[in-house]
């Protein structure tokens, strides 16, 4: 069985910063993709950052620049620093951890990250 378990959510003001972070149990993590999601109220689930096996990112357009993504193996860590956060940042947060051998990978519960304005 596979848990996976986000922190780090929360209220900040427009402009702040939050460090998110996800742990995974099971032996699955090194040859894994990694990613972050959003969703949210009354909107579908978005991508917001991935990090694969080899260290290869990819952020969406709306958080280039302001986020970073980073893995530590070992650990069974997958981290989310956000930097300038917005208004529309909020959103509930969650982490995906996928094997290759998984379609769908495993989620999170996710952790909620408000923004005022």
């Known amino acids: 069985q596979v848990q996976v378990v986000e922190s780090g959510g929360g209220l900040v003001q427009s402009g702040g910063s939050l460090n998110l972070s996800c742990s995974a149990s099971g032996n699955i993590f090194s040859s894994n993709t990694l990613s972050w999601h959003r969703q949210a109220p009354g909107q579908q689930r978005e991508s917001v950052a991935l990090i694969t096996d080899f260290g290869r990112r990819e952020y969406a357009d709306s958080v280039k620049g302001r986020f970073i993504i980073s893995r530590n193996n070992a650990k069974k860590m997958v981290f989310l620093q956000m930097t300038n956060l917005k208004f529309e940042d909020t959103a509930v947060y969650y982490c995906?951890?996928?094997?290759?051998?998984?379609?769908?990978?495993?989620w999170g519960q996710g952790t909620q990250v408000t923004v005022s304005s």
């Open positions: 995906n951890v996928r094997p290759p051998w998984s379609a769908t990978g495993f």
